[in-house]
């Protein structure tokens, strides 16, 4: 899960600080979460999954599918 989060900032080019910023924290709460120092928060979590438009369930780990909302044809 929490390469997960680090692959996701990645691909936006955002660094820790400009996330943490985003979620109202410091960098350092954020680098945490990152490392699983700390757990996520249920409304970080959610936060998270809004802001790169994906499921709580792909930043978990519980599903390989990074973005549930495609339609399928």
Do not use: H, V
């Not at 997960?4 to 990645?10: G, V």
């Not at 400009?18 to 979620?23: F, W």
């Not at 709580?56 to 599918?65: A, F």
């Amino acid at each position: 899960m929490y390469e997960r989060l680090r692959d996701l900032r990645e691909d936006k080019d955002l660094n820790q600080t400009e996330i943490a910023k985003i979620l109202g924290m410091s960098q350092t709460g954020y680098s945490k979460y990152e490392t699983g120092e700390n757990d996520i928060p249920t409304t970080i979590l959610i936060k998270l999954a809004d802001f790169y438009n994906t499921s709580t369930d792909y930043i978990l780990g519980i599903t390989n599918e990074k973005n549930p909302y495609t339609k399928i044809k």
